[in-house]
């Protein structure tokens, strides 16, 4: 015998109750409370299936149980509704309706419906990377559910909180929170709530490379989601288990991982969720050699991230398209409305003429002003690339002077004094030695060696070996599809690099800095990523120095663009170089002009 899905039971009742509304008087009519009730049950029941849908029944749901005074049932309705906007990485939405549905809660003195949209919040600004206003929202929410004696939300509270505490190096207070969440869930029968404990343990513990310990974690997490039939659930701990063996530099388990839970996030839409796992995919492909496919999975992250950037702003035009039609009708509304004598529709007229004459001035103006802004802009562009093209030839030459003839000079002097036999000899040597030392570096300042004869990508990696033997940071470089380009653009490429490390010497604090080639079809792109104190970006180019004019001139004059996320408070930043493949000249390594010899 077929079951009837629980959805189908529901839309039935539905159906029921607008065919009663409509043949039964009033006082037998089904209550709006009871008719928001089943939209949200349908709604929790469409799920993830269907973000759109679950969304739009949910504020119907809202709407009715407003109507019938129902503020718990409505600020349920508004927490579903974000949780499924911040699926879909709709994150100003998603905040908009836990504002709305936490202001209701308070208003209404509902502590235990404070506790449920606090916690979604302190999820949300986690997610936006403010571990600090997450953690005051958790903390928030388990007084609030304390207050109320909500099991449900005090298990989610502490949950929650140790999250912010594993990632904030506060392990065993993290794991504390864990285990006494998960013995509430145990007591309440809260299964969906207790795999999220054990996927967080797993986490936890893998991080501190506690390995066999994470496994078991993420085994419980996901049996338990196979059990619950949460398809979305399941393949996020996939995912995490793919993680777990990139640490063990398993690469091929943790690829297998990767597909079955990108399976899952298309066929679910879960859009943030679907970029992260191509981000995996890409480290892993490129582990096991498949730089192509790297490649792919790289752009596919990418793409995703460009499309949810693309939606964003195509909502934004739809709102104030049907912002500006509303004030339209307003307007015409106004005019219908009122009674305009001949005389004075004329005289209006006449004002119009006048403005749209005067307006008409002052755009010619500007666009004059513009014009000579824009000319006098390219003149000091120029200008400025011109000095720059004249300082790296000197520095060339300075370079080449101080390898080829100083340097030179001093290895003859060395082999000579290294031939005599007495003390004093040997501390000439060492002496020696040093400045020889002294004279590489400069000559590498100046102009390495290594961007002549191999490009940008080995002289960065020389880079940035020196900064770590100096005691700066650790910098990783990886690069797909390079090629070598004309000296010009490689030298450009390679100071902008170079200022961008200095800055992050100078200013970050990092420990490491990870910097990426990548070379699309239309573009080159590299991104240079550090773990150091964020900044405000508006100050750039505010300072003392010529650094930041520098490099964004070097970037204009490759047609290209450089852009840098930071935010004040926040540790990590990101740099990113764009140069499009219009500017790129290919050049064979046989026909660069470069030096012979060996670097010294």
Known sequence: MLRTPPTLILWGALGLACFVSK????????????SARALLEVAK???????????????????????????????????????????????????????????????????GSQAAILNELGTLVKKQGDLEASERHFRDALARSQEASDSTQLANSMNNLGIVMDVTDRFDEAMALFMESADIKEAIGDLDGLTYNYDNMGQATARRGRYDEARTWFGRAAELRRELGDETGYAIVVNNVGELFLMQDRPVEALDRFNEALAVAERTHFHDFRRHVHGQRATALERLGRHEEALGAFRAMTAIKDSLFNEDRNRQLAEMRAQLETEEKEHTIALQGAELAERQAALERNYVLLALALALLVTLGLFILVRRSREQVRIRTAQMHASIQSQEAERKRIARDLHDGLGQLISTARLQVAALENVDAGRSVDALNDMHIEVRNIAFNLMPETLLREGPVAAVEELGRRLEEVGFFRVTVSALGVERYSEAVEIDLYRMIQEWLNNVAKHAGAGEVTIQFVSHDDELVVMVEDDGQGFDTTRLGHGPGHGWTNLEARAEHLRGRVVVDSLPGVMGTTFTIRIPGASLVQVAPAAMNRPEGRVA
């Open 23 to 34: 043949a039964v008087p009033a006082a037998a009519q089904v209550a709006p409370a009871d």
């Open 45 to 111: 029941e469409v799920g993830t299936s269907d973000n759109a849908r679950t969304r739009a029944l949910a504020a119907d749901a809202a709407r009715m149980a407003l109507v019938a005074g129902d503020t718990v049932l409505a600020v349920e309705a508004y927490r579903v509704e974000g949780v499924h906007f911040y699926f879909e990485g709709l994150f100003d939405e998603a905040l908009e309706r836990y504002t709305e549905g936490l202001r209701l809660a308070r208003a209404a003195t509902l502590p």
